[in-house]
């Protein structure tokens, strides 16, 4: 395996003088090593979010869908906002380890464990709107198709809605096998490496019996190859079937052909903004500046810089098309000079700048390359992405046909908390992932080490032989002409 | 009869002699007990390991048990009929013809009633007149179950009995006889000849008694007039429906002018009927529903309806009348007065001016032209009030010659501008008695409160009109230990018969001329035969005698006098700012105050609940920097002001801008502001009365802007349509006369292959046949809708609408299904509307011109309600199927199924879906009717009570229209046209919703529907909807 020829040119996807002892040191630090201050701080900042959020969701139950700002006009808002940012945000992990595995992506293997991650997570989030939204949320197994006692009632299959609960469920459900079956090899390597038996224990049932023979090789290979191919697919059809809820209904601004391209661009845009998010702080935090590099960051921001056209473009054709129409039942759209100038003048220009202008900077090569730039960028773009969801949800239903119903919409303390209470969740299990996981696919990191790795790149380059060189003398004797090479690369570089 | 049947044990007893027969006779048992075997071998018994510590022990855990088992669960007061009581089989409603007069509403009705209960009101279509039950009339029946009646007899506050009410009543009056005091009777109009004759009994015995009649919102004025020019103390009664021109300087015919109930006379002269309709020309100061429905509204002052009047008055008499007007209007007075000229006898000309002057020049217009449409012959006798008298009353009051008061069906401490100056009186009178229903203002300060009953608990009888007489009965028992004054003055007056009694005596010997009483009360209504003549004139009215207007005058006489009240309301003038107060349509003069329903209902012109608040126009409210706004949530708010009117101030008026308010006039409704006999809640808004000085509706006022911001409950936040004429549309007489239908009314096409095709011809979808079985449409003629608001209360009714309050409506969580959209005109008139769009589509200042009403727009009115799809957006959403179609046409929504994903609701076009946002029914948290056990007995057992979580919807009635399969099923009999109704066209008096069966070809629904002003709302969309629009013709004929 391993070495095949990558031209000099391109940027090594592991810095640093990193042997593969390393890699498994780096990927362990933060399972081995203790928590710092700073992790406790944010974690408990975002349990008691979480707690808040609980609080909020408990209330709403028990008391009714009427505690959050919702009117007769406006039905959904926040509520299927936060759900469909949510899922929009989880899009990135899938794309991230599906289609980039099928197209030979390396540079994926450093941030597709934390993406998909995330991927998983934020999908939970996602998943409990569609059910604290329902006025019964007790009755919510009512939208399984399910063999039951009502005699002939079964669900609709033809409303959105429904096809919703089957994309998301499959998404989490594959996402999940995808991201553990991935996990294995790591966790086998936790297992190993751990001295406590509770936590042997612990990794030896996460890692399914992982035994490293070459037949589990060949088998992790075979299967992720597989379950690529199924989550490529997922990677398009989620997102296509949110937007249907949308697409699909008769509403000034919803009813739009253009929604499902224009949803999925939009998610893998969200999607990756997040990760970006997330990894400038992680690679710093948990020390993995070596193998998230510069690099890696410039390709997750020409993946948002075309993404994001995608989705300009589809807001130009949205406005356009609306006053081309000539309908002035369209003359208050979401994208329309009705919502640029009424009274959702806020939500439309906080669309149009985070998602159409900031991101535009991207185009230019070194602001793409910095850290800085880009965690601020992805940022925007996170809450350009919620306030898109918001004007079309809040917008569109506030202006429909007849001017007579319409009205406006005012959050809640509710509202609010509980899409805090998923922020919190969300980070919640993120940190503890961090803590507990192998936050880098370390086993699949090794397979590039010798091909991609700066140092073997350069050993390579010197017209050195590699042969050898993954030995470390903290696991292994070094001898002959093996250790003349690394002192002479180690003079060398020094 | 008892039963001879002969039970056979066995073969045996075939034999006499039979031994064994004989045994079996004897003994129960054939076999011996076995009770040897069980206690007589003392051994085993000794071996039993039961111990009698073991036996007490199964005993004491036995009795538990059983006491255990025998605790109830929660207790359900559900008690079956031991003896079914006649007439009434459970699940089947009777209907029993009743009246309303409660003093300002007065309509002949038929009460639906459930095992019992008084449930609905419904029109009594028999009625000649007053037969229409308008949206407050609908609401009343919630009144009878108003939890905060006053239950009995009260005196200091502790409930009493009727034998001590009785015996103290009975020495007060005697003393006040021997006092020689005055005992006066200060009651509402009742206009009954029961009441009238019981009073001449009750002043024979007492002597010094006057009775007085009182209505809180005064028509003195055009009773005074209408005295002096015919000799009656009565109103000159209208049929509008034989109008080609109606007139009208500030009259509100189409709510409660004179009493009111023309409007379903007037709907019928409005519906385009051979190239005819009628011309409505509305001069007016607030914008009132009457302007909202006229072809032409002029706005000016009340001062200018004066002058404007006169001026009507010289043009159509070729006089020259003196006055200054603006030029628009007095051209619009002139054109009025053509008008007029050209109709001739078909014309007629009212007026709202509290004026004497003003009343008489109208009734004199009405007479000289001869016009067929005013009914001075047999007037109307449902208002009755002297204003001055009433004034005379406090006087003596206060100078201590009123021995005793007797008060029913007023609330003068509420209801009189100067209320304090009465209370004052009221402590001077030595016995002081208030029948009422509430302990309210005036009932708590009298000495004793004498509970009434609600009319569905009363006899009593009305002569509506001359001629038309109108009988009450009860519907129900008394829930609470009262009386009624009818009944209480029989007593006092020492008659021991029964109100029924003597109401059935009064009726036999003056009303009937022979006809069965029996009919009579089963109908309701009565139309005199001509067999009896009843007076009408007041015997216990001291002062008419002494008020120089109200002498009958001759001929001549009346010329001179009409030329001096024109001169008169000629030489009008009025120092700045006027306000003109008015009664509202849900609230009237405020004697429903504590009826959820009606707190509820959205006014029909400002869309606003829960409140009353000053009108004014955006002019002045600019000139005083007054401000309405939306919040966030799309909730108005509004600045406060200071009104003052002659020395009398309202400290915090919220000020409401209304598009069409003349300039220079503000508006303040009654019936707002009560303190006392109603819940927290309902303690909304001002008291408009301390303004009502001198009984005049118009007063010179002076406003102040105050601090403070109030916060509005306001069904639609949107006043104007955008554009948007497809929703309403709207055409004039001219146009629909001459051009086809494709111009004013098209339908929407698609193209199908290349062809444009009418859309209801195009389907992606297999159509489901529907041509079997009944299929519903329901026709809104919005020509023919006034835009009353009965129909919202008696869906309210009909289909237990929960009430949410004034905070919830403030958020837009009215649960209406059935609304009524009213919409302004951004330019003057729709049309120009339209104009503007076409001028400049698509930009931005066209937008802003259209989001703002007209300083004087026109208005139209739309009932919206579900509009049951065909092809319904809302059935294809729903993930559980809870929303689905019905074979007859129907969306119908499966309550128990819904998870409340609102995504139905979402997707309805209309917006029509309401979602229970709370559980509204036995929450503390929404204190209205459905959370007292008394209050809920209202409900209507046929419709579930919606949980929260659930959408709801307009349901077309379905168990209206199930009930009515059922009844010709079982009769075995075809259904006729006309016998399916919903609670909204079966409210409709002027016959603006119409409800039918398209698959019976013969039925007046399939004419409708063929109509070439038929549309469906949004139709473009390819809803299919089985409610459908007629488009709106304005008759903008100038002279």
Redesign the interface.
């Known amino acids: 395996m391993a070495s095949h020829y990558e031209a000099p040119i391109r940027e090594p996807l592991v810095t640093g003088e990193k042997s593969y002892h390393d890699v498994t040191v780096d990927v362990a630090a933060p399972v081995e090593g203790r928590a710092n201050k700073q992790w406790w701080i944010v974690f408990s900042i975002a349990l008691v979010a979480f707690l808040w959020g609980l609080g909020c969701i408990i209330y709403t139950v028990s008391t009714g869908i009427g505690v959050w700002g919702l009117n007769k006009t406006v039905g959904w808002a926040w509520d299927i906002t936060n759900f469909v940012w949510w899922v929009g945000i989880g899009h990135a992990g899938t794309l991230i380890s599906a289609v980039l595995l099928l197209f030979r992506q390396k540079w994926r293997m450093a941030v597709n464990r934390s993406a998909e991650a995330m991927t998983i997570f934020s999908v939970v989030q996602a998943g409990l709107f569609p059910i604290i939204h329902m006025g019964r949320p007790w009755l919510a197994y009512w939208v399984l198709p399910i063999p039951n006692q009502f005699g002939s009632l079964w669900v609709n299959f033809n409303s959105p809605l429904l096809w919703d609960v089957f994309a998301i469920s499959t998404y989490l459900s594959v996402s999940l096998v995808f991201w553990w079956t991935g996990l294995l090899p790591d966790f086998a390597m936790l297992r190993d490496r751990a001295v406590k038996p509770f936590q042997k224990k612990i990794y030896s049932l996460l890692s399914f019996g992982w035994s490293g023979r070459a037949k589990d090789w060949q088998r992790f290979e075979e299967v992720s190859l597989v379950l690529a191919g199924l989550a490529t697919p997922l990677v398009l059809s989620v997102h296509t079937i949110v937007s249907f809820d949308f697409a699909t209904s008769v509403i000034p601004g919803w009813h739009s052909t253009i929604y499902p391209p224009y949803f999925v661009a939009g998610a893998i845009f969200s999607g990756f903004a997040m990760v970006l998010t997330l990894l400038i702080i992680m690679r710093k935090v948990s020390n993995l500046e070596a193998y998230i590099t510069r690099g890696h960051i410039e390709y997750m921001n020409k993946v948002i810089l075309l993404t994001g056209g995608i989705v300009s473009v589809a807001y130009i054709t949205e406005f356009f098309i609306a006053w081309y129409s000539g309908s002035n039942y369209e003359d208050y759209t979401y994208l329309s000079i009705g919502a640029a100038t009424g009274p959702y003048w806020w939500a439309f220009w906080a669309l149009i700048i985070c998602n159409f202008i900031v991101p535009q900077t991207l185009w230019i090569k070194k602001l793409r390359r910095n850290y800085m730039w880009s965690f601020i960028v992805s940022i925007v773009i996170n809450i350009g992405m919620w306030f898109e969801r918001f004007d079309i949800i809040v917008i569109n239903l506030s202006k429909g046909h007849l001017p007579s119903s319409w009205t406006m919409f005012s959050p809640t303390f509710v509202d609010v908390g509980i899409f805090l209470g998923t922020i919190g969740f969300f980070f919640v299990l993120f940190l503890l992932y961090a803590r507990t996981f192998p936050v880098i696919a370390q086993a699949e990191v090794k397979t590039i080490l010798k091909s991609s790795g700066e140092r073997y790149k350069r050993l390579r380059e010197d017209g050195n032989s590699l042969v050898g060189t993954g030995a470390d003398s903290r696991t292994s004797d070094i001898v002959g002409t093996t250790k003349e090479n690394l002192d002479q690369d180690t003079k060398n570089n020094s | 009869m008892a039963s001879n049947k002969k039970y056979w044990s066995s073969v045996e007893e075939l034999n006499p002699n039979s031994s064994i027969a004989e045994t079996l006779k004897q003994n129960e048992f054939v076999e011996e007990i076995p009770n040897d075997e069980f206690l007589g071998d003392k051994d085993s018994l000794g071996s039993s390991s039961t111990s009698r510590r073991d036996f007490l022990k199964y005993v004491g855990f036995t009795t538990a048990a059983a006491s255990l088992a025998a605790c109830e669960g929660p207790v359900t007061k559900s008690i079956p009929y031991v003896v079914q009581p006649e007439n009434i089989v459970p699940g089947v409603a009777n209907y029993y013809a009743t009246t309303i007069a409660d003093g300002y509403d007065f309509a002949s009705i038929l009460i639906k009633t459930r095992e019992g209960r008084p449930i609905k009101i419904e029109s009594n279509t028999d009625a000649k007149i007053n037969g229409g039950a308008n949206a407050r009339v609908h609401a009343s029946v919630l009144g009878l179950y108003d939890s905060m009646r006053v239950q009995g007899p009260k005196a200091k506050g502790e409930y009493i009995s009727w034998d001590d009410l009785d015996t103290n009543v009975a020495s007060g009056l005697n003393a006040a006889k021997a006092s020689g005091k005055q005992i006066v009777l200060l009651t509402q109009t009742f206009a009954s000849p029961s009441v009238k004759n019981i009073i001449a009994e009750f002043s024979q015995k007492y002597g010094n008694v006057k009775h007085i009649q009182y209505d809180a919102i005064s028509e003195d004025a055009a009773l005074n007039a209408f005295e002096a020019s015919y000799g009656v103390r009565a109103l000159a009664d209208y049929d509008f429906s034989k109008a080609e021109v109606i007139v009208s300087f500030g009259a509100d015919f189409l709510g409660d002018w004179q009493g009111g109930g023309f409007d379903s006379d007037y709907a019928k002269g409005r519906i385009p009927s051979h190239g005819k309709m009628s011309r409505h020309i509305q001069f007016e100061s607030n914008m009132s529903l009457t302007g909202a429905n006229a072809d032409k509204r002029v706005p000016l002052t009340p001062t200018q309806q004066k002058v404007a009047l006169a001026k009507f008055y010289g043009f159509l008499n070729g006089k020259s009348v003196g006055g200054e007007l603006p030029a628009k209007i007095e051209e619009a007075v002139k054109n009025a007065a053509a008008q007029v000229a050209r109709a001739g006898k078909n014309a007629v000309v009212v007026t709202g001016i509290n004026d004497i002057d003003a009343q008489k020049v109208v009734l004199s217009i009405n007479k000289s032209i001869g016009s067929v449409v005013m009914d001075a012959d047999a007037p109307r006798m449902t208002r009755q009030g002297n204003a001055k008298q009433v004034a005379a009353l406090v006087e003596d009051m206060k100078a201590g010659k009123v021995g005793a008061l007797i008060m029913s069906g007023v609330n003068p401490l509420y209801t009189l501008p100067n209320a304090s100056e009465f209370e004052a009186g009221l402590a001077s009178v030595d016995l002081s008695v208030a029948f009422s229903l509430k302990e309210d203002e005036t009932s708590t300060k009298a000495g004793y409160i004498a509970a009434e009953p609600h009319y569905l608990e009363s006899w009593g009888d009305v002569e509506m009109k001359k001629g038309h007489y109108s009988l009450m009965q009860p519907t129900i028992r008394p829930i609470f230990n009262t009386r009624q004054f009818q009944e209480s003055l029989l007593k006092w007056a020492g008659n021991d018969v029964s109100y029924h009694d003597y109401i059935k005596q009064t009726w036999e010997s003056t009303v009937l001329g022979g006809s069965s009483w029996n009919t009579a009360l089963h109908d309701g209504v009565f139309v005199g035969n001509g067999n009896v003549t009843v007076e009408t004139d007041e015997d216990a009215v001291p002062f008419a005698a002494s008020n120089e207007d109200t002498e009958p005058v001759n001929a001549e006489a009346t010329v001179a006098s009409v030329s001096s009240s024109v001169n008169k309301l000629a030489g009008a003038a009025a120092n700045g700012m006027e306000i003109t107060l008015y009664p509202k349509t849900g609230m009237g003069d405020g004697r429903q105050a504590n009826n959820p329903w009606l707190q509820e209902l959205p006014d029909p012109i400002t869309r606003n609940t829960w409140d009353n608040y000053l009108t004014i126009s955006m002019a002045d409210a600019e000139a005083l920097d007054l401000e309405n706004y939306?919040?966030?949530?799309?909730a108005l708010n509004g600045d406060y002001v200071k009104v003052t009117v002659g020395g009398v101030t309202l400290d915090k008026v919220p000020a409401l801008i209304q598009p069409g308010q003349a300039k220079g006039t503000v508006g303040l409704s009654f019936g707002y502001g009560k303190t006392l006999g109603v819940k927290e809640e309902m303690k909304t808004g001002v008291n408009a009365y301390p303004l009502y000085l001198g009984f005049n509706n118009t007063q010179e006022v002076k406003l102040e802007k105050v601090s403070g911001t109030h916060e509005f409950a306001s069904v639609?936040?949107?006043s104007?349509?955008?554009?948007?004429g497809d929703?309403l549309r709207e055409t004039s007489l001219e146009i629909f006369n001459t051009k086809d239908s494709h111009d004013w009314n098209p339908q929407p096409e698609v193209s199908v292959n290349h062809q444009e095709v009418s859309a209801d011809e195009a389907d992606i979808w297999a159509e489901f046949d529907s041509s079997i079985g009944h299929h519903f449409n329901l026709s809104i003629d919005l020509n023919a809708c006034t835009g009353c608001g009965a129909c919202v209360i008696a869906c309210h009714a009909e289909n237990n609408v929960p009430v949410v309050g004034k905070s919830?409506v403030r958020?837009?969580?009215?649960m209406h299904w059935l609304?009524i959209?009213?919409?302004y005109s951004s330019e003057e008139s729709f049309e120009g509307d339209m104009d503007v769009?076409e001028a400049a589509?698509?930009s931005?200042s066209t937008?802003h011109q259209l989001e703002h009403p007209s300083e004087n727009p026109q208005v139209a009115f739309?009932p919206?309600m579900c509009q049951h799809c065909n092809h319904a957006?809302c059935e294809?959403?729903?993930?559980?199927?809870a929303t689905s179609h019905g074979k007859q046409g129907q969306n119908q929504m499966i309550y128990n199924?819904?998870?409340?994903?609102?995504?139905c609701?979402?997707?309805c076009?209309?917006?029509v879906?309401?979602?229970?946002?709370?559980?509204y029914s036995q929450n503390d948290e929404f204190d209205f009717y459905m959370n007292d056990d008394l209050g809920r007995m209202v409900l209507n057992p046929d419709v579930t009570v919606r949980s929260?979580?659930?959408?709801e919807k307009c349901s077309m009635c379905i168990q209206m229209t199930q009930k009515t399969i059922l009844d010709a099923k079982r009769d075995g009999r075809p259904i006729k046209d006309g016998e399916f109704k919903t609670a909204c066209s079966a409210a409709c008096s002027s016959g603006a919703i119409k409800f039918g069966d398209v698959n019976d070809k013969e039925s007046e629904i399939v004419e409708l529907k063929e109509d070439k002003r038929m549309y469906h709302l949004?139709g473009f969309?390819g809803?299919r909807p089985n409610v459908f629009y007629h488009t709106k013709v304005r008759n903008t004929e100038e002279a």
């Open positions: 939306t919040v966030s949530n799309g639609q936040m949107k104007t349509m955008d554009g948007r929703i919830e958020k837009y969580r009215d609304r959209d009213r919409y769009v589509p698509n931005i937008y739309q919206v957006p294809t959403v729903c993930p559980v199927a199924r819904c998870v409340g994903t609102r995504y609701a979402n997707n076009p209309y917006k879906r309401r979602f229970n946002w709370f559980l929260r979580g659930v959408m949004l969309k809803t």
